[in-house]
């Protein structure tokens, strides 16, 4: 990548939209004393009220700024008199919020006209930034102006605080830190040339010309080849950044193919663009927003002395049936399998056993095929996975998908050859065909000379279970696994329900820090301070630390599985954090269902025509659903679309009931019940609403449902020829063909095709047939017989009667 090439975090850092109405404040320093006004107000004094809602109140227009440029206050020729004032002053007739950026000679260097600045723009020539810091990292309490106590420690010194060169050294060193908080796209136009570009300006030190730049770009280019403006960019905002006239710019960007108004929002590559057509380079600034915040609560610790060792998480993963859950329930000498709907393992569990002393986290994560999202975040959150193969069956096609997911999360795998007390099983024939199977997968045994541990296990009688715990002990003491308990929560949330009188539960898995009842946590959209935390055994505690798995309640709503959390250090920022994220949430399925309408329009409205199985889908809990959905993509075809037009978790309301009702859908509920009300409603209305807990048996169920709607097939079967020797007139009857049946055979419900001189002149069905007087049901090859066509009475000696009969063939998936 090019130095100072856009970055994906700064493409998704400008898609996020700024979270400014709710940002902290920042708290001026009181030792900053009185600060030049560019025209202003007063500047509001520290804690005033006026300090907390500081807002530009007005843009600066070019106008503006050329008077302020004349009166010598901004710009290269800026006079000592003036030397404090902010980007913001500057771009804005507001007070100004903290002491900002020096002059441009004081902290950034004005480029000079000419070739604008090649290479990465980033640095130090991004120029002052306005002071807004960011609340500081999550679980902090907002970071103080940084340059209160250097400003304090210089005057108790005595230091000659007055003196322009220590101001503007200051200065310096505060717009350094300011640089750091603000986040600004790293996306300066020069990064955007092309080399040719940069080749051609190298040598003639001029950019070249763009034809439509005209006066105004030379002008621009006269006036500054440097710009800032503040994101979003709106076509008028950059116009008064870049000094060039919004015309000029609505018209340059038609000519790169993009209809705007004066006030329309445009990206920030675009503006970079444009600003690149003007010969100027352009850094947009993002306001922090709470997101950005958000996010540091998952950068690594600091301070190597703050980590100390975890336990290690282990999750097991392998092929259906081969025992992982009874592996584990070995483990925790407990009996989770015979609980389990079906036997089979429906949601991730996590639990914590202690062997030698040491706590161990195991995440058994179901082995179904439909549970592959599932085990991918399992992998995910893991330091070491055990891959559980039965002795008896080898590696299966699951076992294949879990040793790529332990690869992609690139962790160490053990595994465990289960089912070893099965008789017959544990042969050096079996043993090393399993061996082979496992090479093949890249899973080199220990035995063999390779790196993998293979342990003979029995979930049955329990062999080898302290041997597999002696394994894994040893790999992760090997890997020092560490994390700092002391900073605020972060985690990942495991699996997330409704729960009757406890609203939203979520399984976490804290991965550094500590959790505590209290604690403000994000998670995904969701937030809210902890009400009760709860062990893998269901015992309420008050902390949780790193490694450790337990259940939460007091989120809002229910987060996915997978999503990260944190702990923030107030509810407010919670909430801007979560509503920001909805707010995104919402916007992204807005955009995806326009998209889809724009982009399908035709064929949705073909799709009108087409059927389509409708369903609502309600489950315990986000996993299931997500399973759910998995299984049902299977059985997706042209013919009959399955559209789900609800899937969420929790139980069957009345809403749902009447979605199905005005949608003709079917309602699957998926371990969970109907409200009084919804069945009532229901009953009524004639909704059909299916329940399982069994995830196979929604699926089989639904596959039915659509095979049952799909066009059966229609297949003619030839059944025999007749031809006629003689045709009989019978009043009130009509003609009847006396016939020889000369191949197969003739059947009384069979349809008919008449053939004369080779051509079909009539196709229907037999109303008679005879064998002299008697009614048949079917005449054989080489006899004779009567046939009457129904209401067909051309028939004339030497036609062919044809018979064949029609199969309606169910289709299948
Ligand atoms: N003989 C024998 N049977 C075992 C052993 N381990 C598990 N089984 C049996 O194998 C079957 C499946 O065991 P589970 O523990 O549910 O398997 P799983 O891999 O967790 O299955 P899913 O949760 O459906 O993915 C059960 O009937 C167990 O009793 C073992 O070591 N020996």
């Known amino acids: 990548m090019k130095p100072g090439a856009p970055t994906t975090r700064a493409k998704a850092r400008a898609a996020t939209p700024p979270a400014r109405a709710a940002r902290s404040p920042v708290a001026p320093s009181s030792s900053q004393g009185p600060w030049p006004q560019a025209g202003g107000p007063p500047r509001p004094q520290p804690g005033s009220a006026e300090v907390k809602s500081q807002r530009p109140e007005k843009r600066m227009t070019r106008d503006d700024m050329l008077a302020l440029m004349r009166s010598g206050q901004i710009g290269p020729n800026a006079t000592p008199a003036a030397p404090g004032l902010s980007r913001r002053a500057r771009a804005s007739w507001r007070p100004a919020p903290a002491p900002a950026a020096a002059a441009w000679s004081a902290a950034r260097p004005r480029p000079p006209p000419g070739p604008p600045p090649s290479g990465p723009a980033s640095g130090p020539s991004r120029g002052p930034c306005r002071p807004r810091p960011g609340p500081g990292p999550p679980g902090h309490a907002p970071a103080p102006a940084p340059t209160t106590s250097e400003e304090e420690d210089d005057r108790k010194k005595g230091k000659g605080v007055g003196s322009s060169a220590d101001r503007a050294g200051r200065r310096a060193r505060r717009n350094e830190r300011a640089t750091e908080r603000r986040v600004s796209s790293p996306m300066p136009a020069a990064s955007l040339l092309n080399e040719d570009d940069e080749a051609r300006r190298g040598r003639s030190g001029r950019r070249p010309h763009h034809k439509g730049g005209g006066r105004h770009a030379a002008a621009a280019l006269a006036r500054k080849s440097h710009a800032e403006v503040d994101a979003p960019i709106s076509v008028r905002t950059l116009s008064e950044a870049l000094g060039i006239k919004a015309n000029d710019l609505l018209r340059k960007l038609m000519a790169m193919g993009s209809m705007a108004t004066i006030n329309a929002n445009i990206d920030d590559e675009l503006a970079v663009m444009l600003a690149m057509e003007f010969g100027m380079t352009l850094d947009v600034v993002h306001e922090r927003t709470a997101e950005d915040d958000f996010m540091q609560a998952f950068a690594p610790a600091a301070e190597a002395d703050a980590l100390q060792p975890r336990p290690p998480v282990i999750t097991i993963l392998g092929h259906v049936d081969h025992g992982k859950t009874s592996l584990l329930d070995r483990i925790r000498k407990s009996k989770v399998v015979e609980s389990e709907s079906g036997g089979i393992t429906q949601h ?217 959390f944190a702990v923030v250090d107030d509810v407010g920022r919670a ?68 559209r789900i037009l609800l899937k969420g978790v929790g139980g069957i309301s009345e809403s749902d009931v009447i979605l199905a009702d005005a949608s003709q859908a079917i309602i699957i509920g998926y371990r969970v019940a109907p409200e009084d009300r919804a069945i009532t409603m229901a009953d009524e209305k004639d909704i059909e609403i299916r329940r399982y807990d069994i995830i196979y048996q929604v699926t089989d169920d639904v596959k039915k449902a659509v095979e049952g709607m799909l066009v059966p097939e229609i297949k003619e079967v030839h059944l025999g020829r007749a031809v006629v020797r003689q045709v009989f007139r019978i009043s009130k009857v009509g003609a009847v063909a006396g016939c020889f049946v000369t191949q197969g055979v003739i059947e009384r419900s069979a349809k008919v095709r008449l053939i004369r001189e080779g051509r079909e002149i009539y196709k229907g069905a037999i109303e008679a047939l005879k064998r002299f007087k008697d009614d048949v049901k079917e005449v054989p090859q080489n006899f004779e017989c009567g046939i009457k066509i129904t209401n067909f009475d051309d028939v004339k000696s030497d036609d062919v009667i044809e018979a064949y009969r029609v199969d309606v063939i169910r289709r299948t998936l």
């Open 348 to 564: 991730i569990g996590a639990y914590q056993v202690e062997y030698n002393g040491h706590p161990i986290t195991f995440v058994d994560t179901p082995g179904h095929e439909a549970f592959t999202a599932m085990r991918a975040r399992g992998a995910n959150v893991t330091d070491i996975v055990v891959l559980v193969v039965a002795a008896d069956d080898g590696v299966m096609p699951q076992t294949v998908e879990a040793i790529a997911h332990a690869k992609a999360a690139e962790v160490p795998i053990v595994v465990a050859l289960n089912k070893i007390d099965i008789p017959n099983v544990d042969t050096a024939a079996n043993v090393s065909k399993i061996f082979g199977e496992l090479a093949q997968q890249g899973l080199n045994p220990v035995e063999w000379g390779g790196d993998v541990e293979v342990v003979k296990t029995s979930a049955t009688t329990g062999l080898g279970v302290s041997d597999l715990l002696a394994t894994l002990e040893t790999i992760a003491e090997l890997h020092e696994l560490k994390a700092d308990p002391d900073r605020p929560a972060t985690g990942t949330c495991l699996e997330a329900s409704i729960s009757e009188g406890r609203g939203v539960v979520a399984t976490v898995l804290v991965r550094e820090g500590t959790l505590r009842v209290g604690d403000v946590v994000v998670c995904g959209d969701g937030y809210g301070r902890v009400r009760a935390l709860f062990d893998d055994q269901g015992r309420s505690i008050d902390k949780a630390g790193p490694s450790f798995p337990c259940e939460i309640s007091g989120l809002d709503v229910v987060p996915d599985a997978g999503e990260n």
């Open 575 to 642: 909430r801007e954090v979560a509503e920001a994220r909805r707010l995104r949430t919402r916007d992204a399925a807005q955009a995806e269902r326009q998209t889809v309408t724009l982009e399908n329009l035709y064929n949705r409205m073909a799709e009108r025509k087409v059927k389509a199985l409708n369903l609502i889908v309600k489950a315990d809990v986000q996993g299931s659903i997500e399973a759910i959905i998995k299984e049902l993509e299977k059985l997706e075809n042209a013919e009959v679309p399955i």
